[in-house]
């Protein structure tokens, strides 16, 4: 029995974090989506509306929940009995932030974790929360770079439904 947790902030969901959810969900038996909560940014979504969207469109899992934290990701880990921490990569830079990250909190966990590093689609590895966020801001067409849900909310936000 495998425990393992994606971790994100998830503003918003992608397809790209959709896709290494359900691929990661085939390798554990519980998989925990985590969003993380950070006071100090200003996000589109709220963590209640980010849950809500990622529930939506992980129904169809049965192996995967939703849940939200703060403070550091090692701490999360510990406190929950995770056997294995997800993490997606899209490009060498990726790579090189992502293991100086998993380096630091294979440190700090108590037991033993190990990170699991997953290659994004190569259609999705252009798409990040940051650049949905800034072409749907400014009126780009995201379809497809984003779960339907997800367009709809952003619509919403940045155009009032339309």
């Known amino acids: 029995m495998s425990k393992a947790l994606f971790a994100?902030?998830?503003?918003?969901?992608?397809?790209?974090?959709?896709?290494?959810?359900?691929?990661?969900?085939k390798f554990t038996s519980e998989m925990v989506v985590g969003?993380?909560?950070?006071?100090?940014?200003?996000?589109?979504?709220?963590?209640e509306e980010r849950i809500a969207m990622i529930e939506e469109v992980c129904s169809d899992l049965d192996n995967?929940?939703?849940?939200?934290?703060?403070?550091?990701l090692a701490d999360y880990v510990n406190d929950n009995?995770?056997?294995?921490?997800?993490?997606?990569?899209?490009?060498?830079?990726d790579?090189?932030?992502?293991?100086?990250?998993?380096?630091?909190?294979?440190?700090?966990?108590?037991?033993?974790?190990?990170?699991?590093?997953?290659m994004t689609d190569p259609k999705y590895s252009f798409v990040s929360s940051s650049l949905a966020k800034e072409v749907s801001s400014l009126g780009g067409d995201i379809e497809g770079?984003?779960?339907?849900?997800v367009l709809e909310a952003m619509n919403e936000k940045f155009r009032g439904g339309k």
């Open 35 to 47: 969003v993380i909560s950070n006071p100090s940014k200003k996000p589109l979504f709220s963590e």
């Open 95 to 118: 790579f090189e932030y992502e293991l100086q990250m998993a380096q630091i909190n294979a440190r700090l966990y108590r037991d033993d974790v190990e990170t699991v590093f997953l």
């Open 81 to 93: 009995g995770f056997d294995m921490v997800v993490r997606g990569l899209r490009s060498s830079t």
């Open 64 to 72: 995967v929940t939703v849940s939200s934290f703060s403070g550091l």
């Open 8 to 25: 994100g902030s998830f503003d918003p969901l992608t397809n790209g974090h959709l896709d290494l959810i359900r691929r990661a969900s």
């Open 145 to 149: 770079l984003v779960p339907d849900c």
